[in-house]
């Protein structure tokens, strides 16, 4: 099917197989420690903080590791970061096992899962042009990519939901360590060939301050790059507070959770599948307008229901019109940055996704904390509301300006 195209790689292929059964375990183990925490503190606020710790290196180090990357070559780093996440993941078992678990432990065994990840993430990211020779196939690939995640995201709470109840949080921590084995086996049978031409030779600085050059020459990256970073720290959040909504507004449990992550997953899986369909000489810019509109919209009517199908179908959406969003800044920039400074680009692009959710997060725990939970989805549906408007505004003074100019 021309949908999986980007299959025919044989590189690809192992990446899709290894990364399909790792990140069923990894989401597994997000749903156990979020539900561990909320149960541990019975507060909105901590479930943000340990987010927020854990995603906090995306935010302190990306541009330095973006620099970084570009200097190295991608396929070792993925497979170090790879087993330094097992390991990460085998010691928080052995704390749950042991029954040593503190918020302040989780904490500590978070930041260090971030830091590897933050590598991890640009890593990967950088390498997927490098599995996929022919570069019209590329949009497909990162499509395909997001479509792993995002059904991984569907599948694992599910499969959480019934282990929480049954069997309690160990046995999903044990099994997220487990799943890193095929990814380590899939690195191994992989024949990766990357283009050493393109690694800068210059000092980790000195890349860094050259790539935020190039990102002040290119308005069309980083306009982009603003509107994920402030839907990062004032929409995207909303996630950390699905425990909270699920217990507290639906009067449910870990399964009813479970269900809220699934219909998020399945959004977002949709999203990724309508992308992995896009042509060339798509309008990416006006998809994520129309998706960050959508986004505020759908929580808002979050918000506003009380009937638990109606909350999952909402749920459903504002995954859909998220995976689409991110889905079309990261296929964007991927096509349209410069070879030598792709990495360095996508570091924005990881910081201000990944980077500033955690102080999102925070913000909006902190948030919840004061003015309610129902108020704080209203207003983080009006902050999407209000980005996707403003952004509406620069690309119609943009292409205004274009005109003049001709």
Known sequence: MDIFRSLSYPNFR?????????????????????WLVYEMTESIFWLGFVQFVALLPSLILSPFIGSFVDRHKKYRLVFRTQVGLMIQAGILTLVIWAKLETV???????????????????????????????????????????????????VGPAIAGILLSTYGELVCFALNFISFIPVIICLFLMDVIEDNSSLTKESNLEALIEGFKYMRRSPHLFSLIIVLAFSSLLVIPYTSLLPAVAKDLFNGD??????????????????????????AGVNF???????????????????FTNYLPMALVFTML???????????????IQTHAVPQYRARVMSYYVMAFQGVAPLGALLIGALAESTGLKA???????????????????????????????
Not at 265 to 278: D, K, N, T, V
Not at 318 to 332: E, F, G, H, K, R
Not at 389 to 401: A, P
Request: hydrophobic share 55%; glycine share 6%; proline share 0%.
């Open 376 to 406: 704080t989805l209203y207003i983080i549906g009006i902050a999407g509301v209000s980005i996707a408007v403003v952004y509406y505004i620069y690309l119609r003074l943009h292409i205004q300006r274009r005109l003049f100019k001709i």
């Open 318 to 332: 504002v995954s859909l019109s998220m995976m689409t969003q991110n889905s079309s800044i990261n296929t964007y």
């Open 104 to 154: 302040w432990l989780l904490c500590v065994l978070g930041f260090i899962q971030g830091v590897i990840n933050a590598f991890d993430v640009l890593g990967r990211q950088a390498l997927i042009v490098s599995l996929v020779t022919d570069k019209k196939d590329l949009s497909n690939a990162i499509a395909l990519n997001s479509s792993i995640f995002n059904a991984a995201r569907m």
């Open 254 to 279: 870990e399964v009813t959770f479970s269900w809220f992550e699934s219909a998020a997953g399945f959004g977002a899986m949709l999203g990724a599948f309508q992308m992995a369909r896009l042509r």
């Open 285 to 303: 810019r006006y998809r994520v307008l129309f998706s960050a509109f959508l986004m505020g919209i759908a929580i808002l009517l979050l918000a």
């Open 14 to 34: 192992l990446h899709v197989v290894g990364q399909s059964l790792s990140l069923l375990g990894t989401w597994m183990q997000r749903i156990a420690i979020s």
